[in-house]
Structure formats: structure tokens, C-alpha cells
T-cell receptor
Framework: ETGVTQSPTHLIKTRGQQVTLRCSSQ?????VSWYQQALGQGPQFIFQ???????GRGNFPPRFSGLQFPNYSSELNVNALELDDSALYLC?????????????FGNGTRLTVT | DAKTTQPNSMESNEEEPVHLPCNHS???????IHWYRQLPSQGPEYVIH???SNVNNRMASLAIAEDRKSSTLILHRATLRDAAVYYC??????????????FGEGTQLTVNP
């Protein structure tokens, strides 16, 4: 069973640029979610995708957007990067959208915005 | 979202049991209690969850108070690998955004050799 994989592991961008982060879900999982984790804090929910549509969003502006593909892999896109976007970005997959099965997290992408 | 309260840090010795407390006095009747942990440089890892009854799995045990306003994660014999941040999270299985977990700051567990 392949776990959740994320790429790249580290990334450095300049303020104002755009970034795309990628995630491959665990085999058989149809729901993917993204989290932002600032240093020393718990992860914060960004949004969830199910069947290629966003169906839940946290308190993040529209410049955070995503995609889910038919093979359940996913992308997180962030436009107009700000210094505060520097964080660990985590992808998680689960086997159902609602019923509360455990989430399986990747090890994240560390984004640094300078 | 219902809120949980955990101590910021706890310390244990290797091979001794560890009891990690969590208070959730505003828990609703449908909320499950989930525990995740995050080892250094890794994403969170599911540990255990329960609703009303105590639960056991290969990683840990979860003891839930009768009034459900608190719970305790029990690691029966701590190892150095158990050093991590432990998060107690309430999860409503009926929420549309089923993957929305509200993480607090968790408890940093230090395990001494």
C-alpha cells in the first residue's frame, strides 16, 4: 500500500510569485484535503476535494486554490505569495468524504517565501 | 467547532506508561474523539479514536470519561519513538467537510532514555 506522497519537499519562492504543490493520495482514497502548518502551531485546514470538486474550505483567501484529478492526485496553488505563507503544507487523503475515517497525511512541503 | 484543551508539554521515561489528558467540556453528542500525533519532520499520524467506550489498538488505548467531557490517551510503554506532539481532536462524522480537523497546539511529549 503506497502512502501519501508530496512534492517537492522544500521550496523557496519570492513574494508575489505563484507556487504549485503536488500530492499523490493513498491508493483507494477518493478524498483529499490540504493543511497549512506554521512553525510551532497545529495544522490549519485549507480545503477538501471530493470527486474533483471543492466541498469545504477553511479561513483562507481565494488566492489559495486547488485541483483534484481523476486518479485522485491533487495540487495546491497559491498566487501572489506573501511572507506569511511560509509554512509546511500538508496533504491528507481518506477513503470517504463524511463518515470520519482516519486521515493519512504526507510529510509535507516546506515553503519559504522571501 | 468544539474546543479541546491539552497541556503544552509532558515528560516520561522510556518503558513507562504515559497518560495524556484532554478536556473537551463542550463536546456534542455526535462528536468522536480522535488522537493524532506528529513526529519531528513528519505529517500527523492517526493514533486512535472513540465515541463513548474505551478503545484499544496496537498503538495506544483511549479512556473516555463517562460524561465524555474528558479523555486520556494511554501509551502503555513509552519508547523514544513516541516523542511527538499529540493532538486531541473532536470530529463530527456528519460534517460535510469530513476531512476538516481542527488542530490545537497539542501536547509535546518528551521521552527520556
Amino acid at each position: 500500500e503506497t502512502g501519501v506522497t508530496q512534492s517537492p519537499t522544500h521550496l523557496i519562492k519570492t513574494r508575489g510569485q505563484q507556487v504549485t504543490l503536488r500530492c499523490s493520495s493513498q491508493s483507494g482514497h477518493n478524498t483529499v484535503s490540504w493543511y497549512q502548518q506554521a512553525l510551532g502551531q497545529g495544522p490549519q485546514f485549507i480545503f477538501q476535494y471530493y470527486r474533483e470538486e471543492e466541498n469545504g474550505r477553511g479561513n483562507f483567501p481565494p488566492r489559495f486554490s486547488g485541483l483534484q484529478f481523476p486518479n485522485y492526485s491533487s495540487e495546491l496553488n497559491v498566487n501572489a505569495l506573501e511572507l506569511d505563507d511560509s509554512a509546511l503544507y500538508l496533504c491528507a487523503s481518506s477513503g470517504d468524504r463524511v463518515l470520519g475515517s482516519p486521515l493519512h497525511f504526507g510529510n509535507g512541503t516546506r515553503l519559504t517565501v522571501t | 467547532d468544539a474546543k479541546t484543551t491539552q497541556p503544552n508539554s509532558m515528560e516520561s521515561n522510556e518503558e513507562e506508561p504515559v497518560h495524556l489528558p484532554c478536556n473537551h467540556s463542550t463536546i456534542s453528542g455526535t462528536d468522536y474523539i480522535h488522537w493524532y500525533r506528529q513526529l519531528p519532520s513528519q505529517g500527523p499520524e492517526y493514533v486512535i479514536h472513540g465515541l463513548t467506550s474505551n478503545v484499544n489498538n496496537r498503538m495506544a488505548s483511549l479512556a473516555i470519561a463517562e460524561d465524555r467531557k474528558s479523555s486520556t490517551l494511554i501509551l502503555h510503554r513509552a519508547t523514544l519513538r513516541d516523542a511527538a506532539v499529540y493532538y486531541c481532536i473532536l470530529r463530527d462524522p456528519l460534517e460535510t467537510s469530513g476531512s476538516r480537523l481542527t488542530f490545537g497546539e497539542g501536547t509535546q511529549l518528551t521521552v527520556n532514555p
